[in-house]
């Protein structure tokens, strides 16, 4: 289940997206500036889906948008931004590694 009352690293609620998303991130075999503004968004899809959250309550709770107004178009976002989600942890975190072992 997600839960609106999640605190943050920071100790703040965590509220439901105020940042822009494209309905449907960028594909790609590189890490894209949209992944790394949108990674907290890609893991908090990915613990939604390892609790069962039904994708309507993700959907609302962490990209702001209403399911019952557009289920196809809100369907879409979710499955496209969970793909690359799941892209991040099979491939898109090695670009991370890598940059995180060149730094002094």
């Known amino acids: 289940m997600v839960n609106e ?3 943050d690293e920071d100790g703040s609620l965590m509220r439901p997206a ?3 998303f494209l309905d449907n ?3 790609g075999e590189t890490l894209t500036s949209y992944d790394r503004e949108h990674m ?3 893991m908090r899809l990915l613990d ?6 039904d994708w309507r309550e993700a959907v609302h709770i962490l990209f702001g948008v209403d399911p ?3 289920p196809v178009r809100c369907r879409a976002i979710h499955d ?5 989600a799941h892209w991040m942890t099979q ?4 670009e991370l590694v890598r940059e995180s072992q060149r730094k002094p």
Do not use: I, M, N, V
């Open 5 to 7: 009352g999640d605190a």
């Open 18 to 20: 105020t940042q822009t």
């Open 40 to 42: 907290k968004l890609y």
């Open 68 to 70: 019952e107004s557009d």
């Open 91 to 94: 491939h898109g975190y090695r």
């Open 48 to 53: 939604a889906e390892r609790d069962g959250a």
């Open 25 to 27: 991130p960028p594909l």
């Open 80 to 84: 496209a931004h969970l793909a690359r």
